[in-house]
């Protein structure tokens, strides 16, 4: 099976933090690297951050500083600790496996799961 189950999203006020998991399937995890990406309405799916299978990171300039990307790699999941939430945060996460090459993420598979939706609201 190839499976990506995301989940944690939810109500958050302005400033507030989330935490964001994503269960992959072996055989997605198991020999890439994982990235989170978002939708916002009306908005391409965006990139927010990459980590590679050794732990390297990397993060879109809009979420430096607040975001923080893990990985359980005995769990086959992926983490995104959200910080200093705003609106334009606000979205469906997804999750995806791909690659980090010359200090990009790259993604590879084209399986994206459901997503989770974080809604920022006062």
């Known amino acids: 099976q190839v499976q990506l189950v995301e989940s944690g999203g939810g109500l958050v006020q302005p400033g507030g933090s989330l935490r964001l998991s994503c269960a992959a399937s072996r055989s997605i995890f198991s020999s890439n690297d994982m990235g989170w990406y978002r939708q916002a309405p009306g908005k391409q799916r965006e990139w927010v951050a990459g980590i590679a299978i050794d732990g390297r990171t990397l993060y879109a300039d809009f979420v430096k500083g607040r975001f923080t990307i893990s990985r359980d790699n005995a769990k086959n999941t992926v983490s995104l600790q959200m910080n200093s939430l705003n609106s334009e945060d606000a979205a469906v996460y997804y999750c995806?496996?791909?690659?980090?090459?010359?200090?990009?993420?790259?993604?590879?598979?084209?399986?994206w799961g459901q997503g989770t939706q974080v809604t920022v609201s006062s």
């Open positions: 995806n496996d791909g690659t980090i090459y010359s200090g990009t993420y790259h993604p590879i598979g084209n399986y």
